[in-house]
């Protein structure tokens, strides 16, 4: 399997899906081709990693902090999805990739919404790849959505004190019914998160690669893999060597 531990894959992989514009800019072209050229990599990507056997994917598309670009770039970016699953409807629906929406569901238009929501009930009893698509997402906004189901359940003495625990939370969280995160890879040169997933991440491996995200491909994605199998994941435990 492309020289990589098939004992040690991730099972779990997140990518923030950062420099569309840079890549279009190289170009001479709007952001917006590097956004459409980005929206097909996501595709690929997804597709490499349900050969791969990894078990998730989630993709940072959009997050709470976009809304402050250009309004001509989040239209763009709130109706190319939409054009683009459409197009692609009958081959996504015919593979065996699982498709989530995840993030705040109140700024998207009804028609988005209800656009995802018949392909994630389309594919839901699909044994691939699950794919994440992380829109109008932030992670202080989920946690902070979680913090207010648990004080409701609390409130209404559903839950004690105590029951209040770091599993409550995880439950609570938009990714409740996921594996733990195992990796998360960042492109295009930028070194941080970016209010992605921020609990999720407490022990995933990071990795950041200079590459843009339209280029980034399943060359480099074995390469980023190749590199989390190269960690010494202890979980704040130590090795029996004691170093």
Known sequence: MENLDKNRMPRHIAIICDGNGRWAKKRGMPRTYGHRKGGFNIRD??????????????????????????????????TAPLKFINRFYKDIVKGNGRLRLIGRKDRLSKEFLDLFKKLEDETKDHTGVIVNLCVDYGSYDEITTAVKKIAEMYKN????????????????????????LDLLIRTSGEVRISNFLLWQ????????????????????????IKDYQSRDRRFGGIKNDNK
């Open 201 to 224: 991440l407490g022990y995933a491996e990071l990795y950041f690669t200079d590459v843009l995200w339209p280029d980034f491909n399943k060359k480099e994605l074995i390469k980023a």
């Open 157 to 180: 003495d559903e839950i004690k004190l105590d029951d209040i625990t770091p599993k409550l939370i995880e439950n609570n969280l938009f990714t409740k019914d996921l594996p733990p």
């Open 45 to 78: 990507i997804a597709r490499n990693c349900n050969e791969l056997g990894i078990e998730a994917v989630t993709f940072f598309c959009f997050s709470t902090e976009n809304w402050n670009r250009p309004k001509d770039e989040v239209n763009y970016l709130m």
